[in-house]
């Protein structure tokens, strides 16, 4: 065995921690996760499933509901084999099946969770909680890094189990490096932190002198001296930077000062060093999660994407100093140097410092070279790639970096990824004291309409205006708008502006449509604005205040309920349903109304706008909508309809309506499904669609009800419970409208 020799942590060869896995319950933890078996609902039970769940080679031949009654109160060999098969889960009651199978069987749920926490660490990672051992500890360790609830699962598990940590992680926190001894060293800070040194240093000393000193080493403790309690407070010494192999300095531009002339040769590694030593903030506090939130038997999970995300991290002191020093303009072209020989080498992990650095080192040229690249590496699995990307451009934060996020987040569809832009964006605009809504107003570009734009060929000129729907056009020299720009002439001195103007109109169709589409998501996600902003920012900008003067409005009050619906007048000012002027305070919150919302209103509002011949940029009081009435949004279902042809129910399923059949195996759709966040809207198909159409014979199908449930459900149960108007009406009515859409 070998200990540190004094320039780093040690390394010790062949410490192995023997303690077996062992149930470690808090007072009353198990009887609570036993009594959720009362809360898993899975659907109605068959004669057959007690055969069924006996012969073990047909175990994995179960359905999800035969699973979810297995585990809750099947025979209980079959459930303790079935436990030890990998992937036996797939539906949304996991953290109550979870909970019920871990009180029932203990430790023979081990393999079972492990697979679980491993597929959603977040969600599903309270289930370590009660066991203690060497696996659960390694496991744990890694989640200390996590942004989401992942991190509080093992703080509290580090808190339950102190010595068992240190017993299993102190082997690894020595051994060689990895990315294993990596977390272990950060599960040793994080015990030391909350005051469990004392049984650091006495684990340590268990095992060896060698592995006390290498301990010591971890922590920062100069050789010959004292392992303390106070000692393993301090945080390890940064590792020293190796150079990097693809971007030898002769390759790279000089580096020059502010003052003129070139960085010194010192200088400039020093520089470098310190770059290469940058890394993502740790992770924001508090840590989301909540064993017990109020009101709820279901624990708080805040998945990793949806956590506050963290920017770059501040520079050292001296490599700050030295970033001063350098003139902008060659800080920035020496980065884009950088960023360009990492992107030639493919982008090595263990250099991607240089995405990072560009917080530091780049302008608003850098930005826009980025911004290209952000867009493609989710799309070729550079995942962390575009996460640090996203991280930098929110760390800049100026104007061009914060449009290219905003771009970024508008093209994007949902998911993962946009869930950490939208909170890089939230953070952003907070910090400028603005919503991601007033912030997207506010650098929205005008492509120079606010300024005046002429079409200069030199002798001749022409001033450039925009119709309602922003198409641009020029004005002759008698006032008359001219239905094409004149072509330049042989004494024209200019001729290239011809080509402008014609750039210049594709450029302002590009940003319409882009802010169409934004306009059109926010009603959608009931986005608002301060009226004094909509006055103030969006009416005077060329090209949002053409947009919003053809859309209808709507005031809501704090609850986000609507108020009223108004229009924008020619002259400015509101008017309402009655086309009387509306007064409306500055701090009013106001949103383009969905359709659903209106209610009886609509008809009147959709003829106001026809009498006006407004033509709105995107359907909004001509859409098509599905409002319920009272007694419908009371009721807990809606009739169903048919017959439907297989063909016609490809529909519904093509923009976003999803078949239960491959959760299932029988392999046919009985259900379709369409998620409105908590909420998830229901359609039962009798006699069920058939997932494969190879050598199956097809038949008509009917939609028996329409029904609403809760999202983290199966949609199994047989008792409805759930009102439809829990839904939000906006993002129901655009379900339902898909789904009635086959009815001709």
């Not at 871990?102 to 679980?116: N, Y």
């Not at 070139?262 to 470098?272: G, H, N």
């Not at 169409?516 to 920012?537: G, S, T």
Request: glycine share 8%; with cysteine; hydrophobic share 45%.
């Amino acid at each position: 065995m070998a200990a540190g020799n004094g320039r780093g942590p040690g390394v010790v060869h062949g410490l192995v921690c023997a303690d077996e896995t062992v149930m470690a319950w808090a007072d009353g933890e198990r009887e609570h996760w036993l009594s959720r078996a009362a809360a898993i609902d899975h659907g109605r039970e068959e004669a057959g499933w007690g055969k069924a769940a006996t012969g073990a080679d047909r175990l994995s031949d179960l359905s999800p509901m035969q699973i979810s009654w297995l585990f809750v109160k099947g025979p209980e060999a079959s459930a303790r084999a079935l436990l030890q098969k990998p992937r036996v889960l797939r539906h949304r009651q996991r953290i109550d099946v979870g909970r019920v199978a871990v009180a029932r069987f203990e430790r023979d749920a081990l393999v079972f969770v492990l697979e679980e926490v491993g597929e959603d660490a977040d969600g599903l990672g309270l289930l370590m909680l009660p066991f203690r051992g060497p696996e659960p500890a390694r496991v744990i360790a890694g989640w200390l890094r996590h942004l989401g609830s992942a991190r509080l699962w093992a703080r509290l598990w580090l808190q339950r189990h102190p010595e068992a940590a240190a017993r299993a992680l102190i082997p690894a926190a020595v051994g060689k490096p990895s990315r294993v001894r990596q977390n272990a060293e950060e599960a040793l800070r994080h015990l030391a932190a909350i005051g469990h040194g004392p049984i650091l240093i006495k684990t340590a000393r268990g095992y060896g002198e060698s592995a006390l000193a290498a301990v010591g080493a971890l922590f920062g403790v100069p050789p010959g001296e004292e392992l303390t309690p106070e000692s393993v407070l301090s945080l390890v010494p940064s590792k020293k930077a190796k150079a990097s192999q693809w971007s030898p300095p002769a390759m790279l531009p000089e580096l020059r000062l502010a003052g003129g002339g070139p960085m010194a040769e010192s200088d400039v590694a020093r520089l470098i060093d310190g770059l290469m030593r940058l890394r993502l903030e740790d992770p924001p506090e508090p840590a989301p999660g909540d064993l017990h939130p109020p009101g709820s038997d279901l624990p708080l999970a805040v998945p990793s994407a949806e956590a506050a995300q963290p920017l770059v991290a501040p520079l050292d002191p001296e490599t700050e100093k030295l970033i001063a020093r350098s003139d902008p303009a060659s800080r920035a072209e020496y980065g884009r140097a950088l960023l360009d020989a990492w992107l030639s080498a493919d982008m090595p992990a263990a250099e991607a410092w240089v995405v990072l650095a560009q917080a530091y080192l780049g302008d608003d040229a850098t930005m826009d070279r980025f911004e290209p690249l952000l867009r493609s590496w989710p799309a070729k699995s550079r995942y962390a790639r575009a996460i640090d990307g996203y991280a930098m451009l929110s760390t800049v934060a100026s104007d061009v970096a914060l449009r290219h996020l905003l771009a970024i987040e508008e093209r994007m569809s949902g998911g993962a990824t946009n869930d950490r832009v939208l909170d890089y964006l939230t953070r952003a605009s907070a910090r400028r004291g603005r919503t991601v809504t007033e912030l997207a107003d506010r650098l929205a570009i005008t492509h120079g309409l606010d300024a005046g734009l002429t079409l200069d060929y030199g002798p001749r000129r022409f001033a450039v205006g925009t119709d309602d729907h922003l198409t641009p056009h020029v004005v002759g020299a008698d006032g008359r708008i001219l239905a094409r720009p004149p072509r330049p002439g042989v004494r024209d001195t200019n001729p290239g502006a011809y080509q402008w103007f014609l750039q210049l109109k594709k450029d302002l169709r590009a940003t319409a449509a882009a802010q169409i589409a934004r306009f059109e998501r926010e009603m959608l996600a009931h986005r608002l604005r301060p009226a004094w902003h909509l006055a103030e920012v969006v009416l005077p900008h060329p090209i949002l205040g053409r947009i919003t003067r053809r859309l209808l409005w709507g005031e809501y009050d704090g609850s986000g309920n609507l108020i009223r619906a108004l229009r924008i007048a020619e002259d400015g000012t509101f008017a309402d349903i009655d086309d009387a002027v509306a007064v409306v305070d500055g701090a009013a919150q106001l949103g383009i109304v969905h359709p659903a919302l209106l209610g009886a209103d609509l008809p009147e509002w959709a003829q106001i706008f026809g009498d006006y011949e407004i033509l709105q940029p995107f359907p909004q009081v001509h859409r098509p909508a599905v409002v319920l009435t009272e007694a419908e949004r009371a009721a807990t279902s809606l009739p169903g309809f048919g017959p439907v042809t297989p063909d016609q129910l490809a529909q519904p399923r093509n923009r976003g309506w999803e078949g239960n059949g491959y959760h299932d195996s029988s392999y046919v759709h009985t259900q379709l499904t369409y998620r409105l966040g908590d909420t998830t809207v229901i359609a039962e198909l009798e006699p069920g669609l058939p997932t494969s159409t190879y050598n199956v014979t097809l038949t008509d199908q009917r939609i028996s009800e329409i029904w609403v449930d809760d999202s983290r459900s199966d949609h199994w149960q047989r008792a409805r419970v759930t009102p439809m108007g829990a839904c939000d009406p906006a993002a129901l009515s655009e379900a339902l409208v898909e789904l009635y859409a086959i009815r001709g």
